[in-house]
């Protein structure tokens, strides 16, 4: 990192790269000790559950109109200012008398992160030259990994010295930070015509951009299918992931002590595929990082699910979390260079209200599933969709990256070898 910060064509993206990772490692602190705030509060497992269906409830809330925003405006301060409201929010937490009133705080700060995430792909892809970008996501993986690690054993030790408030002012003060990091961030603007900046928001521009959205993706099928499986891929890994306690209880019959231990263990997947991942990054493309990495996911999942003993699981758990590194480098990496950044607030926005009533929907059917068979065999058909969704998108990313290398050489002049 150090290198990178002293080449000036990477010294901002090493800037930006500073504050994502300041802002993801106060989100695993603050996500921690919000669950135990709620615990303590009322001791129901059914109302720290709940705080897992408020993101998608503010994903919908909030996609549906936010990507017409994030387009029309400067993506930097966009960013600045939701790095800190949820700052704002977050801070105001330790007051909440009551767990509905938690609830809300919750509600206001996923809808702030629901609008940050596209703002933040979008204002990327501006800023990082195509031939440089799937690096940047390799290092953003690490860095992810890395506040994957650090975040939760910092939200132990402040546990242990002191309470849980502490955690959550911690992640407060990281989106500060991460929001002052962020101004000295150049702004990015773009030339555009006043006929295109409406006077104030209304319904009318937000059915124009739906169709906007839809248009592009008439024409550009292929992209938004590979986009789309991605999605569902995510989707039931999330589903799968709610179980997860649930398997490791009840059938592997692991202790309170195994079962971090095997979190830990992915962890670790995480960490090493990530080095591993920025290394190698350069050999790779972008339809073997998306498609290669996902199968890969897939097939650690399935491990797990098979497994009947801490040593399988453990296994699965690592070839999971070491493929997940690649996958998601090859998703953003994907997302940027082929989709125009003049729409992708808007494109991924409404995608991503698909991918939460899809999260809702398919959490709730394997949930509701467990209860009524029995957890493993859930768990294994659960993993076996993903899997085929997996290989559709290996052979779907592999056939674009073809048809494109194909218009490539057409455009040159070139005759492509068979």
Known sequence: MKKLWNDKEWREPSILLTGIGIANFGAWVYLIALNLIVLDMTGSALAVAGLYIVKPAATLLTNFWSGSVIDRTNQRNLMITLDVLRAVLIACLPFASSLWLIYVFVLLINMAGSMFEPASMSYITKLIPEKNRQRFNAFRSLIDSGAFLIGPAVAGVLFMMGTPVTAI?????????????????????????????????????IRLDWRIVIAFSKRHVLVMTVFFLFSCMMVMATAIDSQEATFSKRVLGLTDGEYAFLVSVAGAGIIFGAIVNTVFTKRLTVAALIGGGSVMVSLGYLVYAFSSSFAAAAIGFFILAFSLAFANTGFHTFTQNNIPVEVMGRTVSVYGIFEALLIIVTTAIIGFASELVTVQPVVIASTAVMLGISVLLLLVSFRLSKESGLAEAALEGKTPIA
């Open 169 to 205: 002012y911690l992640n407060a003060i990281a989106l500060i930070i991460s929001a002052l990091i962020l101004s000295t961030m150049p702004k990015l603007n773009k030339k555009t015509a006043a006929t295109d900046i409406p006077t104030r928001m209304s319904w009318e521009i």
